[in-house]
C-alpha cells in the first residue's frame, strides 16, 4: 500500500470547512471524489488541519493510502486537472507508510489577514478582512507574548469543540503591517477550533484598553470562552504551513 | 452642476468589461445602477479606461455630473453599501466642471500578473495568470525598450477596435519578479484595445527567441495585428492607475 502526501492550496469561500459533511460542499469530499475517479476506488484523504467554513489554505497537508500504480507526479497533475479551480495540489509526494498527516504533525502556522482601512477591497475581499481602527503593531506585538509557551487555551475555543485536550503550545505570535495590511502569524504545535480567530478578534478588542495585559490575562485564566471577544471573520484565516519532523 | 470624481476598485472576473451593453452585466452599468438608487436620478458615468470582460482595476477613475446634494463622502460609503462586493468607490471628491475622467487623462498605468511555475493558483487563480515557462526578466526589459516612446500599436489592436488613431506614446515598460510571481507594468498616454494583453503574450512568446529584438520590429512594423503573439489571458490584467495634471 503506497502513502501519498498532498500539500494543497485551496480558497475555502465555496467549502463548508475541510471536514466531510452529509449534503454540504466540503474539501475533504471534494478531494476524495476526484482521488476516487483517479484511482477508480474508493479513498480516505486525512487532513493535517480541519480548516473551518470559509478559511483558507496556502500549505494544508493530507495524506492517503492507495494499491494504484499511478506514477506520484500524475497525482498532482491528475487531480489539479479534476479538481475545481479553488482547490490547487501544490505537490505529491510518497511517504512511508506511518506518515499521518494529523498526527505526525508537530507545528501548525496560520496567517490573519486584515485590510486596515474605511472600505474593503475588491480584489482580495475574500481573503482578508476590512479592520478600520487603527492597529497598534508593537501594542499587538508585546501583547501576543503572553500567549507564548504552553497553556489552557479554553477561552478561545469554539463552543461545542469535541477535542478533550485545550493545551497547546504556542511557539510564535506575531504581528506585522505592508502598506494598508496588517498581518498577523501564529504557530503551535496544534490549535483548537476556532482558536487563531478567537485568539484574533480578542486582541484587536483589547489593543486599545488601557489595561489590555490584565485582560487578556484574565480571559486566559478564565478557561470559558465567553470571556474572550469575538472570533474574527473566518475568511481573513488561512493555514499557510504544516510542519513535520524530518 | 457637480462633478463627482471616483477613484474604484474592481474584480472584473463578473464582468464583461467596463462598458455598457444591452443584457450583459458590466461595470458602467452596475455603477450607474446604485448612482441612480442613490440620487433617484438616471445618471451617466464616464471611465477613464474602458478595461475588458474580465480585466481587474485597483485605479481606474470615472467622474459623473449630479444636481444631488448629497456630501461628497456619502457618494463612497452609500455606494459600497450598494454595490456587490466585486467593486468598491476606494474615493469620492467633488472636481472641477471641466474635468473629464477618460479626456483629462494624461496617463494609464496597467500591471499584468504572472504565476511563473508549473501550476495556478487556488487563491489569486482570478488575478493571475499561469505560465510555466522561465521568464528571463531582464531579456524581457531589454526587448520592452523598443516600445519606450511614440509607435504605431496597429499590431497590437485589436481588431475591430474602433479607435481612431494608433499612435500612443509608451512612457515606462517594466518587467520584474517577486517570489514566484512575475509583473509587467506598462504605463502610456493613451492604449489601443487589447494592446497590453498583446503586447505581454508576444513578449512572453519571443523572449526566448534568438531574434526576439528583430521579430518585435517587425511586428511593430507590420501594423497588422495577425503578425503579432497571441493575447495573453484578461484574468491576469489590471488598470492600476490613471494620471492627471494637476
Known sequence: MRNIKL???YDGT???????QPNLPTLQDTLEESLAKLTKTPIRIIGAGR???????????????????????????GLNAMLPR?????SATEVPPEFHARFSATRRR???????REYPSALLRQTSY?????IDISRANDLCQMLIGTHDFTSFQKVGSDRINPVCEIYEAHWWQKDTYVYFEIEADAFL?????????TVLKYIKHQEAETQLRRILDAKDRAAAGMSAPAHGLSLIEVKYNA
Open 51 to 77: 480548516t473551518d467554513t470559509g478559511v483558507h489554505a496556502e500549505g494544508q497537508v493530507a495524506n492517503f493510502h492507495t494499491e494504484s500504480e499511478i506514477p506520484v507526479v500524475a497525482f498532482q497533475k
Open 110 to 116: 496560520y496567517r490573519y489577514t486584515i485590510l486596515n
Open 130 to 134: 476590512c479592520f478600520s481602527k487603527e
Open 86 to 90: 479553488d482547490i490547487v495540489v501544490c
Open 14 to 20: 465555496n467549502y463548508h470547512g475541510w471536514q466531510t
Open 193 to 201: 477550533r476556532g482558536m487563531v480567530r478567537a485568539i484574533t478578534g
Open 7 to 9: 500539500v494543497l492550496e
